[in-house]
């Protein structure tokens, strides 16, 4: 089974600075999806980006990149020019490429605030 | 427009009490699947279904039944609701492997 670890429970960051989320996940499979989740206070959870393990360009998304080390089994999240609505919860997910594991594999998140 | 609706938003029972979440998606998606999500555990997946009539257990599906009658509605439900039950659930659909998943809004409920 897949595991996914988010090492940081809470983060903080000043407003306009970067930031980075540490995820590593466990899998023996070599084809998957891997996705970071926004999750504000009215609890909706929210796509910020998406990977596909096949790829190696890193996917970006405006302010948001990824730093995906496949070898490694790590996906860390880089929050550029923060902006106080970017405080949230922040869920990494692992997916199976096949249709065996179609279900996300969450980690227990890391809760971002920002500064102003 | 298109959308995944739980209802209802809040509720809270006592032990014992048979409990079902609702679930309705308009996209006519095919997947559909139930999340608790707990602090210090992200979510975790109670059941999930690919079609009308399909059923799985995820990984914490004890305690908690499905049914899918049409595709657009997962309702699940506690049997006899426990105070371990207390938690925030989620409902998702994804029409295939290559689409992302739709998220509703979460019940929060409270077994008391």
């Known amino acids: 089974a897949q595991t996914v670890t988010q090492s940081q429970p809470e983060m903080s960051v000043q407003e306009a600075e970067t930031v980075t989320l540490s995820c590593t996940y466990d899998?023996?499979?070599?084809?998957?999806?891997l996705f970071w989740y926004k999750q504000p206070p009215s609890r909706q959870m929210i796509l910020v980006i998406r990977q596909e393990a096949y790829k190696q360009q890193n996917a970006t998304e405006n302010r948001f990149s990824v730093n995906f080390q496949k070898a490694a089994k790590s996906f860390s999240l880089k929050i550029s020019d923060s902006q106080l609505g970017d405080a949230a919860m922040y869920f990494c997910?692992?997916?199976?490429?096949?249709?065996?594991?179609?279900?996300?594999?969450f980690g227990g998140g890391t809760r971002l605030m920002v500064k102003p | 427009d298109a959308e995944i609706t739980q209802s209802p938003r809040h509720k809270i029972t006592e032990t014992g009490r048979q409990v079902t979440l609702a679930c309705h998606q308009t996209w006519n998606h095919n997947n559909m699947f139930w999340y608790r999500q707990d602090l210090g555990h992200g979510l975790r997946l109670i059941h999930y279904s690919y079609g009308v009539q399909d059923t799985n257990k995820g990984e914490v599906s004890d305690g908690y039944s499905v049914s899918r009658s049409n595709t657009e509605d997962l309702p699940l439900t506690l049997e006899s609701a426990a105070s371990s039950q207390t938690s925030v659930y989620f409902c998702?659909?994804?029409?295939?492997?290559?689409?992302?998943?739709?998220f509703g809004q979460g019940t929060r409920l409270t077994v008391v």
């Open positions: 998702a659909s994804r029409q295939d492997l290559n689409t992302e998943a739709f």
């Open positions: 997910a692992y997916r199976s490429w096949n249709n065996a594991g179609n279900m996300l594999t």
């Open positions: 899998t023996s499979e070599s084809d998957y999806y």
